[in-house]
């Protein structure tokens, strides 16, 4: 008598088996599947006696069996964290959380009144709004910086006013400039009649008194 030896045909299905590969088996002697199996971006779930993983895993072909036999293995795709360094935040960032392997990601930096928003990491990501092709743990930081206040000071020839406590306009174009950002301050005073507020709407100086 002559012992018989089946075929085995380990599907990796994308996968490598990195120790414990084999291609046969002899009637009688018990043979462990691999489990040093990887997969970039997924964990390894087991061998399967089917493509459908129906059924339970198979960890070894027992001493007793025959016949020629092919596993498949079977993967979980991974799951990598987005999250976001708030040491630097001076704004809110949207976007974060568990996103699967080569899936998108999309991170949305919005500034504080008074802040304005400089890029991610190194400031390479200018865009508020960036698009990430997910494929390990990510963290990226949100750069904002002040926005430049601009103090102006200056005097305007205030005409003469109609009736108490009407409020009257002064065009300020061109008598003021300031760069984008910038944030201007004005004020006006006067003894007849008397100022008592002072506001800017649309480019314009509004006198109440």
Same mark, same amino acid.
């Given at each position: 008598? *002559?012992?018989?030896?089946?075929?085995? *045909?380990?599907?990796?299905?994308?996968?490598?088996?990195?120790?414990?590969?084999? *291609?046969?088996?002899?009637?009688?002697?018990?043979?462990?599947?691999?489990?040093?199996?990887?997969?970039?971006?997924?964990?390894?779930?087991?061998?399967?006696?089917?493509?459908?993983?129906?059924?339970?895993?198979?960890?070894?072909?027992?001493?007793?069996?025959?016949?020629?036999?092919?596993?498949?293995?079977?993967?979980?795709?991974?799951?990598?964290?987005?999250?976001?360094?708030?040491? $630097?935040?001076?704004?809110?960032?949207?976007?974060?959380?568990?996103?699967?392997? $080569?899936?998108?990601?999309?991170?949305?930096?919005?500034?504080?009144?008074?802040?304005?928003?400089?890029?991610?990491?190194?400031?390479?990501?200018?865009?508020?709004?960036?698009?990430?092709?997910?494929? $390990?743990?990510?963290?990226?930081?949100?750069?904002?910086?002040? $926005?430049?206040?601009?103090?102006?000071?200056?005097?305007?020839?205030?005409?003469?006013?109609? *009736?108490?406590?009407?409020?009257? !306009?002064?065009?300020?174009?061109?008598?003021?400039?300031?760069?984008?950002?910038?944030?201007?301050?004005?004020?006006?005073?006067?003894?007849? !009649?008397?100022?008592?507020?002072?506001?800017?709407?649309?480019?314009?100086?509004?006198?109440?008194?």
């Amino acid at each position: 008598w *002559t012992i018989n030896t089946y075929d085995v *045909t380990l599907n990796a299905n994308g996968g490598t088996i990195n120790a414990g590969a084999f *291609t046969s088996y002899e009637f009688g002697t018990a043979i462990t599947l691999p489990t040093d199996v990887t997969k970039t971006g997924y964990t390894f779930a087991g061998w399967y006696t089917n493509s459908s993983y129906i059924g339970s895993t198979i960890l070894s072909i027992l001493s007793g069996e025959t016949g020629d036999k092919t596993f498949y293995a079977k993967w979980t795709i991974n799951e990598y964290k987005v999250s976001v360094d708030y040491s $630097k935040i001076m704004g809110t960032v949207t976007g974060e959380g568990y996103v699967e392997y $080569k899936s998108t990601a999309t991170l949305k930096a919005v500034a504080n009144e008074g802040y304005e928003f400089i890029g991610w990491n190194d400031g390479e990501l200018k865009d508020e709004r960036i698009q990430l092709t997910v494929t $390990k743990d990510t963290t990226l930081t949100a750069n904002f910086k002040e $926005k430049e206040k601009v103090q102006i000071s200056g005097t305007l020839e205030i005409p003469t006013l109609k *009736t108490e406590r009407e409020s009257a !306009p002064i065009d300020l174009a061109g008598l003021f400039t300031t760069t984008e950002g910038g944030e201007v301050t004005y004020s006006a005073t006067s003894s007849a !009649p008397n100022v008592v507020s002072a506001t800017v709407s649309d480019g314009k100086l509004f006198l109440t008194v």
